[in-house]
């Protein structure tokens, strides 16, 4: 994991001799040194990104920090890896880019932390300012392309201001809800002389969040939660976000009250906790889907009510009044009209409401009831020796195998849904996938940027599908390079199996353009990036290979043949009402 | 980065948007509409459209316009006019936006509206709101005697008048501008040009929240404050 800079092993040397003491920073003298200058005084760790004339003054400034760069094969790949730090670090990751095409590489990726309130903070370069508008080369309306996709964008104008530009958009996208940032830099503001030191980071005042709810609303709300028969806490990716874990548990634990968390909460709650539901929505559990269905109080806390959710919200939780909690006050009533607004910080207000209770919800016959839709609706799947793998059995022995902190990261499609159906997930920033967006390709990307954020000793295994894999495949060049301890495992069906799965059940089995046979050997084209490449074909080889992949230092493809005709069940077709589930093919 | 302690809450800033407070707020019963609200089963399902004059003062960052404008596209809010103007603060704008929509959605719109980082304050205009919109009609120049009659009693001025053309403008509200718009209709309406409403909140009320009317040369505080 060593730095490949020139410079370093002289900062090394520096910091050695005097650990405590900060080495004195050389002063400010160009925009670009600005840039860097204001990343570093916020800590900044790693960026990733890719080179490019526009940005190179940025990249030259870069050449004598200790932030780490990473080059990524693709600026898509930069954008997911950045994205996936901020969600393992809970701090905004950083990504460079080129102007141009560099830059609307990146759009997938900011548009992909943009629908899950990732922080990110994009630098991306641009032809100097008086050629801007004359469709000069490698000229993009970088501002105007993002614009619709970030919490906000700004033209740097002035090598003296640049800086602390910089400075902001960074705060700003760890700010309250958390959101990608992006910073266009002409290639004049960057090279011109300036000695403007950037000052203290400061989100605008403009945008200040409040983060202490109304009190006469915490106790209504609280009021509510003491009269409910069948509450029921819901929590978001917001729970994590807002760094609120503990006060969730220990809000769900001291009132005993069952825990369902939307597919981005997953890791909010413990899924070995009696007490959880796992996941609710169109591919959650059945129980968690039963629960929503029957509360009569829904404490939603950090959560933007998605329709993969909610189902048709004619029918969403028909019985539940609301309590919502969330930092970002458009959220509350957007989707779902809430009962009992409370606008704030999700660990204040949930010890604001806790404060407020006299006496927990009287709801023994509503917890044994949740218990008893576990039992009746139970995750499970079948697998008799003969029958192809099935990657259910995959996803478990990967579990098992890995730490219990280990980070799981995965594309888009049927993997991603065995993924975060069949893992135990029991930690926060744990579970890194593209929710919103629903970005194929997101997984391998993902996984660079969590094993960069990671602690060394925690496990990387990236899900992935064919489908998925192929799309940003190249990154695997990165992972060898760096030297990175990932393990790939691959859920191939050769097939978009997702759109497979869809294609059978609303569109008559017409398998239009879903068939990926043509797909290559992974095992191979692994090694042929330079990484260890498994193929598994049989139940007996799964649990040896993923022991081998696992210990393996470095980066591991297992290409695992599955059952290319399993689906994801439960399923709650697009629209539907929670309480109505698949199970089978025959019930939708 | 977004973890607050407990102890610190007492700094925090507290001016976010709050919300209505219990009693300000409707609690229906029965099932939900396609918007997320419960409703009455005997009411209507679908809420009704209005008309609202929202006013945002913003900082004159570049784009605000078309961010704007963008969001309104973007989040298929229904928008029917939008006036844009410096105001006494340097470096200040105020936007007038009419836009027609049920009521959770002129709250939607005033929330993301609020959430542009160059937004500083948002807010709905009262029915009583000053409010007034300018329109340029140029009409055929055959009858000038009857077309200086009729922009007097609309309280008009005549801006040019040729051989063959005269362009008056009108200021008024819309009743006023639609029955101008008419009355003119008998003397062939070539080009008409209409600016949409500008607004500001009657007396000493704050047009939006948080502006202090009479301290014009102070700057604004921020507040998104409801
Ligand atoms: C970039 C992108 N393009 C298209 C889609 C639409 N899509 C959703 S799931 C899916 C299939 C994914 O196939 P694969 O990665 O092989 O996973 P599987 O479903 O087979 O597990 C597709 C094409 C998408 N989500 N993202």
Redesign the interface.
């Known amino acids: 994991m060593s730095k490949q800079a020139p410079s370093s092993p002289n900062a090394t040397t520096e910091a050695e001799v005097d650990p405590d003491e900060e080495a004195e920073q050389a002063p400010v003298t160009t925009g670009s040194e600005a840039v860097i200058r204001a990343l570093e005084n916020e800590g900044v760790e790693a960026a990733f990104g890719v080179q490019g004339g526009a940005i190179m003054p940025v990249y030259d400034a870069l050449y004598h920090s200790d932030i780490r760069h990473v080059t990524m094969a693709h600026e898509q790949g930069a954008a997911h890896a950045a994205d996936a730090f901020s969600v393992v670090r809970?701090?905004?990751g950083v990504c460079l880019a080129t102007s141009g095409p560099g830059a609307t590489n990146l759009v997938t990726g900011i548009a992909d932390a943009n629908m899950d309130s990732d922080?990110l903070l994009a630098l991306t370069g641009q032809v100097p300012s008086d050629m801007v508008g004359s469709d000069a080369f490698q000229e993009t309306d970088t501002?105007?392309v993002t614009?619709?996709i970030t919490?906000?964008n700004y033209?740097a104008s002035d090598a003296d201001t640049v800086g602390d530009t910089v400075g902001e958009a960074l705060a700003?996208a760890?700010?309250?809800r958390?959101g990608p940032t992006l910073v266009d830099l002409p290639k004049n503001v960057t090279l011109d002389e300036t000695d403007a030191e950037p000052g203290p980071a400061e989100p605008?005042?403009?945008?200040?969040?409040?983060?202490?709810a109304?009190e006469?609303?915490v106790e209504?709300a609280a009021e509510a939660i003491e009269a409910a028969e069948r509450p029921l806490l819901l929590f978001g990716g917001g729970v994590i976000?807002?760094?609120a874990t503990e006060q969730a548990r220990a809000f769900a634990r001291g009132h005993e009250i069952p825990v369902v968390t939307t597919m981005p909460g997953i890791g909010s709650f413990p899924e070995d906790d009696d007490l959880c539901l796992s996941w609710a929505g169109m591919h959650g559990t059945g129980y968690a889907n039963m629960a929503i269905t029957h509360t009569d109080l829904l404490i939603a806390v950090g959560t933007r009510?998605d329709d993969r959710l909610t189902g048709g919200?004619?029918?969403?939780a028909?019985e539940a009044?609301v309590v919502h909690i969330d930092?970002?006050?458009?959220e509350?009533?957007?989707?779902?009209?809430a009962?009992y607004?409370l606008?704030?910080?999700a660990?204040?207000v949930l010890?604001q409401v806790d404060d407020a209770i006299d006496a927990s919800p009287d709801a023994d016959e509503w917890r044994e009831q949740c218990q008893t839709w576990k039992d009746e609706y139970p995750m499970d799947y079948a697998t008799p020796d003969d029958e192809p793998l099935k990657p259910q059995f995959v996803v478990e022995i990967l579990d098992e195998a890995t730490g219990d902190d280990a980070i799981v990261t995965s594309g888009v499609g049927q993997h991603q849904m065995w993924a975060a159906q069949y893992w135990t997930f029991t930690e926060p920033r744990t579970w890194v996938s593209s929710h919103g967006l629903g970005t194929m390709g997101y997984g391998l990307p993902a996984a660079i940027g969590a094993r960069i954020a990671a602690d060394d000793d925690q496990d990387v295994v990236c899900i992935d599908g064919d489908g998925s894999f192929l799309m940003t495949i190249q990154e695997l060049s990165v992972a060898v390079r760096e030297e990175l301890d990932i393990t790939v495992a691959v859920l191939n069906n050769e097939y978009i199996g997702m759109v497979r799965q869809w294609q059978d059940a609303f569109f008559e089995g017409r398998r239009m353009a879903a068939e990926y046979n043509w797909c290559p050997e992974f095992d191979m084209l692994a090694e042929a990036f330079g990484a260890r490449g498994f193929r598994v074909d049989d139940y007996d080889e799964v649990a040896e290979t993923v022991e081998e992949a696992v210990a393996y230092d470095g980066p591991s493809v297992i290409d695992f043949h599955i059952d290319p005709a399993e689906n994801v069940y439960p399923m709650v077709p697009s629209g539907g009402a929670n309480g109505q589930f698949a199970l089978t093919e025959d019930q939708l | 980065m977004s973890s607050q302690e407990n102890d610190e809450t007492d700094d925090l800033p507290k001016h976010g948007l709050k919300g209505p407070s219990p009693d300000e707020r409707p609690h229906p019963e029965g099932r939900r509409n396609s918007q997320g609200i419960r409703i009455d089963p005997e009411a209507e399902a679908e809420p009704e459209q209005r008309r609202a004059v929202l006013s945002a003062l913003v900082e004159d960052d570049p784009g605000v316009l078309s961010r704007i404008a963008g969001l309104f596209s973007r989040r298929q809010f229904n928008i029917e006019s939008l006036t844009v103007g410096p105001t006494t603060v340097e470096n200040h704008s105020r936007i007038t936006m009419v836009i027609e929509e049920s009521d959770p959605g002129i709250d939607q719109a005033e929330k993301q509206l609020a959430k542009l980082k160059p937004v500083i304050a948002v807010g709905e205009l009262d029915d009583d709101a000053v409010r007034t919109e300018l329109v340029l009609l140029k009409v055929e120049g055959d009858e000038p005697d009857k077309v200086h009659a009729v922009t007097e009693m609309y309280d008009g001025q005549t801006l040019d008048a040729g051989p063959r053309t005269i362009t008056v403008q009108l200021t008024g509200d819309e009743q006023k501008i639609d029955d101008a718009i008419d009355a003119f209709r008998q003397f062939g309406i070539i080009e008409i040009a209409r600016t949409g409403y500008t607004a500001l909140a009657r007396g000493d009320q704050a047009t939006v929240p948080g502006e202090k009317p009479g301290t014009a040369d102070e700057p604004t505080q921020p507040t998104n404050a409801q």
Do not use: M, W
Request: glycine share 12%; charged share 30%; net charge negative.
């Open positions: 809970n701090e905004p922080g501002t105007g614009a619709p919490k906000h033209f700003l760890g700010e309250g958390p605008p005042e403009t945008t200040r969040p409040q983060y202490v109304d006469e609303n209504e976000k807002g760094d009510f919200i004619d029918t969403f028909p009044e930092i970002d006050p458009a509350i009533s957007k989707n779902v009209h009962d607004p606008v704030g910080d660990g204040i010890d």
